[in-house]
T-cell receptor, first 115, second 115 residues
């Protein structure tokens, strides 16, 4: 079964450092998402991306965050200057359109620990 | 998207059926009812969705009340692997084909399965 792949599975960084989390969505999917989940809390929407641009973002997704689809397969989330409160699991998701539009497929997540 | 209400937690015995309720009294006519689950240390996973009629798939069944103000996810024979947080989410069908279509997660129901 096709899957969304995320790397790294765990990253530890110092406060103020830049972090890039990588995702390989399902190959024929057109819509891409980043979510995060702070330990013990809800899964929160960060941003959606379609046709090489951001289509929607939450208030969490401030100027410190950016997303990019640098080539035909990768979808990245960059945090420019990490803060302690950025420590969380970050989930990438993708979906198709048409008949497959109702299902988001999530990756296993990248755990970010900011010290 | 309209709001849903679920119990915080439920317990079940292995190999017995489980009925997970969800109330959505403010559902609109174009809202689909989606269920996702999140196994421990994993990303969310699609379970099932429906609009008006009851639905079955290999994972579960979805029973939708006639007035659509509530629904029930049914796991026919719970296994230990079904222990997860189950999320009931409403999504407007008009968002499907659009560039958004993101899911908004609540707290869900934490299902424990006893051997």
């Amino acid at each position: 079964e096709p899957e969304v792949t995320q790397t790294p599975s765990h990253q530890v960084t110092q406060m103020g450092q830049e972090v890039i989390l990588r995702c390989v969505p399902i190959s024929n999917h057109l819509y891409f998402y980043w979510y995060r989940q702070i330990l013990g809390q809800k899964v929160e929407f960060l941003v959606s991306f379609y046709n090489n641009e951001i289509s929607e973002k939450s208030e969490i997704f401030d100027d410190q965050f950016s997303v990019e689809r640098p080539d035909g397969s990768n979808f990245t989330l960059k945090i420019r200057s990490t803060k302690l409160e950025d420590s969380a699991m970050y989930f990438c998701a993708s979906r198709d359109r048409g008949a497959g539009a109702n299902v988001l497929t999530f990756g296993a997540g990248s755990r970010l620990t900011v010290l | 998207d309209a709001k849903t209400t679920q119990p915080n937690s439920m317990e079940s015995n292995e190999e017995e059926p489980v009925h997970l309720p969800c109330n959505h009294s403010t559902i609109s006519g174009t809202d689909y009812i989606h269920w996702y689950r999140q196994l421990p240390s994993q990303g969310p996973e699609y379970v099932i969705h429906g609009l008006t009629s009851n639905v079955n798939n290999r994972m579960a069944s979805l029973a939708i009340a006639e007035d659509r103000k509530s629904s029930t996810l049914i796991l026919h024979r719970a296994t230990l692997r079904d222990a997860a947080v189950y999320y009931c989410i409403l999504r407007d069908v008009w968002n499907y084909g659009g560039s958004q279509g993101n899911l908004i997660f609540g707290k869900g129901t934490k299902l424990s399965v006893k051997p």
